[in-house]
T-cell receptor, first 113, second 116 residues
């Protein structure tokens, strides 16, 4: 059974700092991996989707990398801003699970002005 | 373009009552997903539909839960009878592409359900 772990569970940084969020998964037979952002009282917003054949994806100040063989992904946020404060979740789709996504428990990020 | 629309946003009801949650996916999307989020278990997939047909309902906790998708623009998740342990935030999401996973899922803002 796939298990997804995110470290750290919570992170507090000063504005302007570069930071890395980590995601690991136990079964490397994945189809893709997604990073989501969740604001309090809101649904999830998809940030980046990386196919299993890709190494990384970039969107603005966000860069996500994928090392499928080692079961790891990182989300890099450059020059963090208070507006980046949210919970970040990663989710993997297995090669054999249809459209089922397995989510990590998330990293709660606070960026202090 | 309107996103995924869920109603109601909040529902408080007494144990034993029937609860119906509603979802309108993004127009043109052909896959729809129902999730439940709790502090204890995180985010779990309950069921998903492709072209209005249920594909995987293995996440539905028990027979008290049922989901329907009568057409491409509407889905319901029903709990009957409801129990306090059903209290959670229920999310609906939709995507395009037959649920192949190549497209990101778009989430609604959820229904916060409290069963007293």
């Amino acid at each position: 059974k796939q298990e997804v772990t995110q470290i750290p569970a919570a992170l507090s940084v000063p504005e302007g700092e570069n930071l890395v969020l980590n995601c690991s998964f136990t079964d490397s037979a994945i189809y893709n991996l997604q990073w989501f952002r969740q604001d309090p009282g809101k649904g999830l917003t998809s940030l980046l989707l990386i196919q299993s054949s890709q190494r990384e994806q970039t969107s603005g100040r966000l860069n996500a990398s994928l090392d499928k063989s080692s079961g790891r992904s990182t989300l890099y946020i450059a020059a963090s801003q208070p507006g980046d404060s949210a919970t970040y979740l990663c989710a993997v789709r297995q090669e054999t699970s249809g459209s089922r996504l397995t989510f990590g428990e998330g990293t709660q990020l606070t960026v202090n002005p | 373009d309107a996103g995924v629309i869920q109603s109601p946003r909040h529902e408080v009801t007494e144990m034993g009552q029937e609860v119906t949650l509603r979802c309108k996916p993004i127009s043109g999307h052909n896959s729809l997903f129902w999730y439940r989020q709790t502090m204890m278990r995180g985010l779990e997939l309950l069921i998903y539909f492709n072209n209005n047909v249920p594909i995987d309902d293995s996440g539905m906790p028990e027979d008290r839960f049922s989901a329907k998708m009568p057409n491409a623009s509407f889905s319901t998740l029903k709990i009957q009878p409801s129990e306090p342990r059903d209290s959670a935030v229920y999310f609906c999401a939709s995507t395009l592409g037959g649920g192949s996973g190549n497209q990101p899922q778009h989430f609604g803002d959820g229904t916060r359900l409290s069963i007293l």
